[in-house]
């Protein structure tokens, strides 16, 4: 039995990952999947994998793109989620702002730099006209952070994945005033290129079974149930995510890659427009 070690968040985008190990999908295939949640998010995974603390990590496509680009040696070896993102922008309950462009001039709470609430509040900024360079950031480290720093003495406003936030918009912690969706393909599977080189026939059998619960997972009878029981959301934020959401099986295609890498390189985020096969796993 071969132990691999996988981390993502702790998000209902994940299940299939859990509903295979919880079955021994992967132990069939003779591999031992050990998961590891990180609420911290994409930042703290990519770095996790820079260090060499997991050999696979479902991540968000605009950050591990940015930190593959600054050095970090893995490679993306398909999409996961290729459907866009939805990150909901939020205030604290208290706060007096009502609309988006109210933000202005308001500092962002994000979960650490390099992070996904990091980088997308940059685009969103972008998208609004505003000037980037006034961005001011708050590091609250997890959602957990967030609730605590968007207090009643708290301006700042935070950008987190639309359906995880809304049960703490319905309690009347968070008020949303907004969405800003991802422009390409929210999530993607990545290896370390050591555990590439080092387990070449591996990677097959992990994907094979990935993709056959991403195939079916909206066909198994009340996923929408499980996934309301499992996350704690409402049945019809669930179904609505559903109806949103689509999983893919195929690798990231390059004119996506440069997509990102251009909008990243337009932020400054980036130094350079690099090539494909720094990135993008290919047999």
Not at 110 to 124: K, Y
Not at 196 to 223: A, C, D, M, R, W
């Amino acid at each position: 039995m071969k132990t691999v070690r996988i981390i993502g968040v702790p998000e209902h985008f994940n299940l299939p990952w859990h509903l295979a190990i919880e079955d021994g999908a992967f132990e069939d295939r003779g591999i031992q999947l050990k998961w590891t949640d990180v609420p911290e998010g994409t930042g703290k995974m990519s770095q996790m994998l820079q260090e060499n603390q997991t050999d696979f990590a479902v991540i968000l496509t605009e950050g591990i793109i940015k930190s593959i680009s600054h050095g970090n040696p893995c490679k993306i070896v398909q999409q996961y989620i290729s459907s866009p993102l939805l990150w909901g922008i939020h205030v604290g309950a208290k706060s007096k702002r009502k609309v988006v462009s109210e933000l202005e001039n308001d500092p962002v709470a994000i979960s650490r730099m390099g992070s996904g609430s990091h980088l997308m509040s940059i685009i969103n900024a972008q998208d609004q006209g505003w000037d980037t360079a006034n961005l001011m950031f708050e590091i609250i480290h997890n959602l957990e952070g967030a609730v605590k720093g968007l207090g009643e003495d708290s301006n700042a406003y935070f950008m987190w994945e639309h359906f995880t936030t809304k049960p703490l918009v319905d309690k009347g912690v968070f008020k949303w005033l907004g969405d800003c969706p991802t422009p390409w393909p929210c999530f993607v599977i990545v290896a370390t290129d050591s555990f590439l080189s080092e387990n070449p026939g591996l990677l097959k059998h992990i994907l094979e079974v990935i993709n056959t619960y991403t195939l079916e997972f909206k066909q198994i009878p009340s996923i929408d149930r499980t996934l309301a029981n499992r996350y704690g959301q409402k049945l019809q934020d669930i179904q609505e995510w559903l109806g949103k959401t689509t999983w893919g099986q195929q690798q990231l295609s390059e004119d996506t890659l440069n997509e990102v890498q251009q909008r990243l390189l337009g932020l400054q985020l980036v130094d350079e427009v690099k090539q494909a096969n720094l990135f993008l796993f290919t047999n």
